[in-house]
């Protein structure tokens, strides 16, 4: 292989080394721990100078107001319906109002099937032909969705195992407060003796006590609730 000072003219004017020389690029010297030297390009300075001032968070716009989901035709205070979906699924409870947050306030009641107080949206259940005359049911006032609004827990404390790499978290568990208590009775008592006027309060109780279920030959599409 030829010198380096053999090779043509051309060769050595497109070299790399050659082309780095003539582009003016300043070099800086660093030393390292080892006690060499190493040269480094100088890197030109930033002709705009940062932003260090914190940006200003403009509220978002908001151009349309939440509006309230609408309810079913079918889907009257009194009105019995089924649960789809959740703890309560299959059981048949009793409409009460709608919340703001469009959700449906539902009662079992609780001494029938179970199912307490709670919020079910309006798709997670099927509205029955079945109605009970609940006009002089009256459900107080702070039943709203405040009141169904989880309290935030303080953090759980940890546990540290015998080998000491593992943590465990002790949950918190729910406790049923004497305000709700008092509530579901009040409120099951007006339903119950709503119930107990009708003619038919038998077959509405044993309506009520048992859930739905779907069984052998039974088509959903084609059922009349």
Do not use: W
Request: charged share 30%; hydrophobic share 35%; glycine share 4%.
């Amino acid at each position: 292989m030829p010198c380096f000072s053999q090779m043509p003219s051309k060769a050595v004017a497109s070299s790399g080394s050659h082309k780095f020389s003539k582009s003016g690029v300043k070099l800086r010297e660093i030393k390292l721990k080892n006690g060499k030297v190493r040269k480094l390009p100088v890197l030109p300075k930033k002709a705009y100078a940062l932003n260090t001032e914190a940006k200003r968070v403009r509220p978002a716009l908001r151009t349309r107001k939440p509006r309230q989901l609408k309810l079913k035709k079918n889907l009257t205070p009194g009105s019995v319906c089924i649960i789809l979906a959740g703890t309560h699924k299959g059981k048949r409870v009793v409409f009460l109002k709608q919340l703001p947050s469009g959700t449906c306030l539902v009662t079992g009641p609780y001494k029938l099937n179970g199912c307490p107080l709670r919020r079910v949206p309006q798709h997670l259940m099927v509205t029955t032909s079945l109605k009970i005359d609940i006009s002089n049911v009256k459900v107080p006032a702070n039943l709203d969705d405040k009141y169904f609004s989880k309290k935030k827990a303080p953090k759980s404390s940890a546990k540290r195992t015998k080998d000491g790499d593992i943590f465990e978290e002790t949950k918190q568990k729910y406790e049923l407060t004497e305000e709700r208590k008092q509530t579901q009775v009040a409120v099951d008592s007006q339903i119950v003796n709503a119930i107990s006027a009708n003619k038919e309060k038998a077959l509405i109780c044993a309506y009520l006590n048992k859930p739905f279920e779907l069984t052998r030959g039974m088509v959903p599409h084609k059922l009349k609730f």
